[in-house]
């Protein structure tokens, strides 16, 4: 069944590339100018809304033949606490930050080699133009390309292992962006949206991560250009270098690492509560199972008139708290586990057919990345 998932999502991510590329390339020779000034907004909701969302479930439920609360089950949209929901909160604010230095680390890269940064320039700065980015820049990519990758593909690909999956579905994100400006800081973000998600088991805490990571972005641009505050963190501390280089560069470090020991605690206490939370539920579920095989067991013995015999029946299985479970030796620990060792899926190769359409949704996206490289440099 799991390579049936893996082709069914190869196969909608490939169309999706498909479809991608067929309007940047449209984009690109100017066939869709006569859309007008907002085309651009009439494009991307249609393709985050229609294809990335609505496109990618009702397709993969079709292929699948499985029921719409399956398909949202599978797609990780798994209701989360509290305590997840604001330390998800913090991540994307830090997210942000560590992005900027991130993407501007790749720039003074792009910029060695001679390539020319496209220019985006706005003819308008009012509270629509704010609007318009956060909804078509900020919420609907944090929903449907979540939906998507951290939600369709990764759930997909689940098999080929913790860690390829980590990877490629990253290298796939970065790569669907098809621009060689975002690729980087990109494809590090899905990184580490991909292992958000395998931590917390729901796709809710990186649509929240991704969604301040861009909101944070559009809403600081509309200040900027709206003169209510002058230029960003970036060129103060850009400034600041010009003037002491030794200043600068101490003062940016220290900055890196304040955001880097913020995120790897933030990521700590999400691991923990994440943990915490899915132990529990997977004891109750395991419990809940126990509880059934034996009331059928029950039933058999009263169908079969066995009144005085005593019927075999699975051992009740106690659930125990976090604490308890830290508290374990290392033999409990492994008894214990054997309960839970069918939740884990067991790591496979590709099939030919899932394997090829992965590869031509890579190659098609990265020859597009590779065009916005080479026009850059022309």
Not at 16 to 43: A, D, P, Q, W
């Amino acid at each position: 069944m799991s390579k049936k998932y893996a082709f069914a999502s190869s196969l909608i991510y490939f169309i999706v590339v498909c479809v991608f590329v067929t309007i940047r390339m449209l984009n690109h020779f100017g066939l869709l100018s006569f859309l007008g000034e907002y085309g651009k907004y009439i494009v991307n909701g249609v393709l985050q809304v229609g294809l990335l969302f609505f496109f990618s479930i009702f397709m993969f439920k079709f292929l699948t033949k499985k029921s719409l609360k399956k398909v949202f089950f599978c797609f990780s949209y798994k209701k989360i606490s509290w305590r997840v929901i604001l330390i998800s909160v913090g991540l994307g604010i830090v997210v942000y930050f560590l992005n900027i230095f991130v993407a501007s680390f790749f720039n003074v890269i792009l910029k060695s080699v001679g390539y020319e940064f496209s220019s985006s320039s706005s003819s308008s700065v009012n509270i629509w133009t704010l609007i318009l980015g956060l909804i078509f820049t900020a919420i609907l990519p944090a929903i449907c390309e979540e939906n998507l990758h951290r939600g369709m593909l990764l759930f997909g690909n689940e098999n080929i292992g913790f860690k390829n999956n980590i990877l490629l579905t990253g290298l796939m994100f970065g790569l669907l962006h098809m621009n060689i400006e975002q690729f980087f800081y990109a494809t590090l973000i899905g990184i580490f949206l991909n292992f958000i998600l395998y931590v917390t088991e729901s796709v809710y805490p990186t649509m929240i991560i991704h969604f301040l990571n861009n909101a944070i972005g559009v809403t600081l641009s509309y200040l900027t250009n709206a003169k209510i505050i002058s230029g960003g963190i970036f060129s103060k501390l850009n400034a600041l270098t010009m003037e002491n280089t030794i200043l600068g560069f101490v003062t940016i470090l220290i900055i890196v690492l304040v955001l880097i020991f913020l995120l790897f605690y933030l990521v700590k206490l999400l691991l923990k509560y994440s943990f915490e939370d899915s132990i529990k539920e997977k004891q109750k579920y395991v419990k809940d199972l126990t509880t059934r095989v034996n009331f059928f067991n029950d039933i058999e013995r009263i169908k079969s008139g066995d009144l005085d015999k005593e019927p075999e029946k699975m051992k009740e299985f106690k659930i125990i708290s976090f604490e308890d479970l830290g508290e374990m030796s290392q033999s409990e620990l492994k008894e214990y586990g054997k309960n839970l060792d069918n939740l884990i899926p067991k790591k496979e190769k590709m099939e030919t057919r899932t394997k090829i359409l992965t590869i031509s949704s890579i190659v098609l996206m990265s020859a597009v990345t590779i065009f916005t490289l080479i026009w850059g440099l022309l």
